[in-house]
């Protein structure tokens, strides 16, 4: 499975950006689906992950109620609508296909990120 991630950019404190990732190969309906960031000199931290059908879905605490991940798989085509977005959301996002987990280590194919960017 071959990931992009698009859909980054900048973005003034309390607004939204729509992240999207896209997937190549018939596979990807298989994959539970992972959004993780990352900032220089900090460990990737979980954003938040969808298993392969949509019916669950787990956030990280720190996005809890102001991000949310859908998928479609017909489009092999996972989402992450970011709203309320907050200077400290400021990371390099990449998306992921493996386990449904909040572990980096159970995702086994990867995306190369795309950046956002909040001001406050």
């Known amino acids: 499975v071959q990931l992009q991630a698009f859909g980054g950019g900048f973005v003034q404190a309390g607004g939204s950006l729509r992240l999207s990732c896209a997937a190549s190969g018939r596979t990807f309906s298989r994959y539970a689906m992972g959004w993780f960031r990352q900032v220089p000199g900090k460990e990737r931290e979980f954003v938040g992950t969808?298993?392969?059908?949509?019916?669950?879905?787990y956030y990280g605490d720190s996005v809890k109620g102001r991000f949310t991940i859908s998928r479609d798989n017909a489009k092999n085509t996972v989402y992450l609508q970011m709203n309320s977005l907050k200077p400290e959301d400021t990371a390099v996002y990449h998306c992921a296909a493996g386990v449904f987990s909040t572990t980096v280590q159970e995702y086994d194919y990867w995306g190369q990120g795309t950046q956002v960017t909040v001001s406050s």
């Open positions: 969808i298993n392969w059908s949509g019916s669950r879905i």
